[in-house]
Structure formats: structure tokens, C-alpha cells
């Protein structure tokens, strides 16, 4: 018998518990001033009625302010540091200016506590975003450093209604607080620092309303830091209609769609069940299928008696690029290291070292056997340059590689052509262990980008370089 990918993730991760809430606190980046206050807060993780779970969150909730701007539009945002530790912000999938990128370390300094820093870009893709800090990540994200992005075409999508659900995970102690086991080895030698307690915007399970007859967009993002969902609509045919922000020709997947830490899948959701009746949202990345929350029909009559017209795009989208593929800037990217990978030595502050000396540093990742130094680049691009990578994940675990300032296209999968190469652009790659993949994207966007696994304690860990575009 052999093992399907999807197999390869039953039994990595701890089973969890399921923890939805309402509506969180809304800015339109048109209108409003935007401060992010990035502080210590408490939040309903655990339902309104239990006591707030101490947190660090923007503007007091977990998920941050859902942050709204037209298509070529421009956010501006202060972030200001009620933090104890230094921290960042990172504009997860828009293609922005490099300066703007909020890499600490790469693209700019740390903003200290009490500090503030002006972020002002422009958006030049509608879609799905997030935004997140980018300092300490594995510890800042988990604990509830992010929001919802979301960019919005001219035209309206041709549906009723929008419905956003933020998933994470968290680690809670006995008492339901966050649990203080931060920057553990052996989770980031894993699948990384899982949790067990799983919320849909920041809150616990719970019904999300919806009428019988009506076509409504889902806007799903992973916003944990290690854990992989695979989501799927109890009774309903929902379709991909949108990729990491990137509107897709919409398609039926054949079983639960994975979505790994920061990617986005946007469905197109038919309701076309039962007024009064009940679905759940079900979740079966490492077990079997259980509701992650539910969705429940009220009584009303339905919308409409039929859904006649196919489901349509959630808009038209240029690539974001032309591919030249006869002479492109190609270059390797091997991922070894964690339990059971079977690496022996990395390259370490330029010298070579044994795991032991590695697991010391808190290096137990590497990319083409250098675990997590910066100084040079995977590789310098000529703007314009088309840039193929061919990755091999030659590891026990899964991991999500993220692109900064790009979106590139995946080309093949373990050789064979990948579904929606060169038409599907994306800005993070799911892969399972042992596999390979290969990636494609035009160079436009000057800058040193960044490049790692997006579980976030296997990037901390050592799964990080950059490309350069020049
Ligand atoms: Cu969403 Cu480099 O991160
Ligand atoms: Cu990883």
C-alpha cells in the first residue's frame, strides 16, 4: 500500500479541541486614521462567558482590526509597540514596496517598546490578505499578533454576502492560559509548536448564520503558526474560487482543501441545504473529519429556489508576471534537518557544525545545508528575470515555503505538472515530507525578499533565506 501526501499528515499532529465568534472591530483604511496599538489585552478565546485569555494583540482583539482598502488603494498604518519586547509588522502576500516589508533585520529596524513605526503602501492585488508581526514571530503570532487583510476588487463579487474565518491554534495551560512553552526544540524539530484549543475568529465553537438559497464567499486564512487544516463544508459542494488572494477559475475539490500556516483558500459557498438544518465546517488534516464550528440555516425561506449559473469568478486577475522559461534564473532549494531527517552538519555562522552544536544555537533546520544564516542570498534576480526554484523537502515534516513581494506560480509536484501551473500565482507552497515541487515567478519587485517556512518555529529553527532582486 502506498502512503497518499495526505496520509503522510494523520497522526503529526496532537488532536485538538475545537474552540467561532462574532464580528471584531472593523477599519476602513480609506477613511479612518489607522493606529495598530500592539499590546497586552485579553480575549474571549475560551467564549465570552469564561474569563479573557491574556494575549498581546492589535487594538485589543484577537484577530487585530480587519483592515479594508480598494484594489490600488494605499493602507496607512502606525504601528505603535506597547510591547515589552521589540516587534514588526509584516503585510503578508501584497506585493508592496521592499521598505515596507517588515522584516526586522532585513528591511528595517525593530521597533522598541514604546516606539512606533509608519507603514504606507500600496495594494495593487484584491484578495484575501493578513497582516502579522514579523520579530519573534513564533512566540508574537502565537500569542495573537495578527489581523485579516483584505483588498477589494471594483467590481463587487457576484455574491450575497461575505463571511471571513481567521483559524488558529493555541497551547493552553490547565488554568486556559496561553501555555509558556515557547522556543521548545523539540516542537520546532516537529511539526512545530502546535496547540490544542482551536478558535475561528479568536473565539470558540459556534454558529456562523446563514440562509437557505444564498451564495456566499468564504474567506478562509491559517493564521497558526504550525498547523496545517484541511477544511471541508459538511453536505455542501463549496468551491476554491480564490488562492492566496488570487482569484482562481473556481473548481470542486475532490476531498478537504489543506491550508497551511498563511495561506488563504476563498470558497464560493452555495447554501444550498435546509432552513433550520445544521453543517458543520469540518476540519481532517491529522484526524478524522470533526466540525471546527457550524453553520446554521435559519428559518427563513430560501433566497432563491436555484443556483442556475455555475459558480462564478471572484474577478478577473493578471498574473503577476510573464514567465520566460527557456533561460530562467534557476536555483536549488534543499530543506533537511528535524526528527528523523537524518541531518549530521549544517553550515552555521560560516563554519560547519555537528547537530549537537546546531541543537545548541537553536538551529535544527537548514536550506542547501545552512541553517538559518542570512548573509547571502538564495539567489540575486535582474528585475524582470524570470526565477525558478526547484525544492526538494527532504524531511520527515511538512512545511509551507513563503515568498515575500511575489507571487510565483507552482509548476510541477514530484514531477509531474501541478494543478493550475503558470495560472494559479500563489504566495505560499504546501509540501509534504519527502516531496518535491517547483515554483516559477518573474522578478518585478526590487527588494531583498524574504523566504522561509511559514511553521513558524521551523523558520526561527533554521528554514529561512532571501532572494534579491536587483
Ligand atoms: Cu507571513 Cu515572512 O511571513
Ligand atoms: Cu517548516
Given at each position: 500500500m502506498t502512503l497518499s501526501r495526505r496520509t503522510l499528515l494523520k497522526g503529526l499532529g496532537a488532536g485538538a479541541l475545537i474552540g467561532v465568534a462574532g464580528c471584531k472591530a472593523r477599519i476602513d483604511a480609506r477613511t479612518d486614521p489607522l493606529i495598530l496599538n500592539a499590546a497586552s489585552a485579553e480575549a474571549p478565546l475560551l467564549g465570552e462567558i469564561e474569563a479573557g485569555t491574556p494575549v498581546w494583540a492589535y487594538n485589543g482583539s484577537v484577530p487585530g482590526p480587519t483592515l479594508r482598502a480598494p484594489r490600488g488603494g494605499q493602507i496607512a498604518a502606525r504601528l505603535e509597540n506597547g510591547l515589552e519586547q521589540p516587534t514588526s509588522i509584516h503585510w503578508h502576500g501584497v506585493r508592496l514596496a521592499n521598505a515596507m516589508d517588515g522584516v526586522v533585520g532585513m528591511t528595517q529596524d525593530a521597533v522598541e517598546p514604546g516606539a512606533g513605526f509608519d507603514y504606507r503602501f500600496m495594494c495593487p492585488d484584491a484578495g484575501t490578505y493578513w497582516y502579522h508581526s514579523h520579530n519573534r514571530s513564533w512566540e508574537q503570532v502565537a500569542r495573537g499578533l495578527y489581523g485579516v487583510l483584505i483588498v477589494e476588487d471594483e467590481e463587487p463579487a457576484p455574491v450575497d454576502r461575505e463571511i471571513t474565518l481567521t483559524l488558529d491554534d493555541w497551547r493552553l495551560d490547565a488554568g486556559g492560559a496561553?501555555?509558556?512553552?515557547?522556543?521548545?526544540l523539540h516542537d520546532w524539530a516537529h511539526g512545530g509548536r502546535m496547540g490544542d484549543w482551536i478558535t475561528v475568529n479568536g473565539g470558540p465553537p459556534g454558529d456562523i448564520a446563514l440562509r437557505a438559497g444564498e451564495r456566499v464567499r468564504l474567506r478562509v486564512l491559517n493564521v497558526a503558526t504550525a498547523r496545517i487544516f484541511a477544511i471541508a463544508v459538511e453536505g455542501h459542494a463549496a468551491q476554491v474560487a480564490s488562492i492566496d488572494g488570487f482569484a482562481v477559475a473556481p473548481f470542486a475539490p475532490e476531498e478537504s482543501v489543506l491550508i497551511g500556516p498563511g495561506q488563504r483558500v476563498d470558497f464560493v459557498l452555495d447554501a444550498t441545504g435546509e432552513p433550520g438544518a445544521r453543517y458543520g465546517l469540518m476540519d481532517d488534516a491529522y484526524d478524522d473529519a470533526q466540525p471546527i464550528s457550524f453553520f446554521a440555516y435559519s428559518d427563513?425561506?430560501?433566497?432563491?429556489?436555484q443556483f442556475d449559473d455555475g459558480v462564478p469568478r471572484l474577478g478577473e486577475r493578471r498574473a503577476p508576471g510573464t514567465l520566460d522559461l527557456s533561460e530562467p534564473l534557476a536555483g536549488d532549494l534543499v530543506m533537511e534537518g528535524g526528527a528523523m531527517g537524518g541531518m549530521a552538519q549544517a553550515m552555521l555562522g560560516g563554519e560547519m557544525k555537528g547537530m549537537r552544536e546546531l541543537a545548541r544555537a537553536g538551529r535544527v533546520w537548514a536550506l542547501n545545508g545552512v541553517a538559518g544564516d542570512l548573509d547571502k542570498p538564495l539567489l540575486s534576480a535582474k528585475r524582470g528575470r524570470t526565477v525558478v526554484v526547484n525544492m526538494v523537502n527532504d524531511s520527515a515534516w511538512p512545511h509551507v515555503m513563503h515568498l515575500h513581494g511575489h507571487h510565483f506560480t507552482v509548476l510541477t509536484i514530484d514531477g509531474a505538472p501541478a494543478h493550475g501551473a503558470g495560472e494559479i500565482w500563489r504566495d505560499g507552497h504546501l509540501m509534504m515530507p519527502r516531496s518535491r515541487a517547483t515554483i516559477a515567478f518573474q522578478a518585478t519587485n526590487p527588494g531583498k525578499w524574504y523566504f522561509h517556512c511559514h511553521m513558524l518555529g521551523h523558520q526561527a529553527g533554521g528554514m529561512r533565506t532571501w532572494i534579491e532582486v536587483a
Open positions: 496561553i501555555h509558556e512553552s515557547f522556543g521548545a427563513e425561506p430560501p433566497l432563491r429556489d
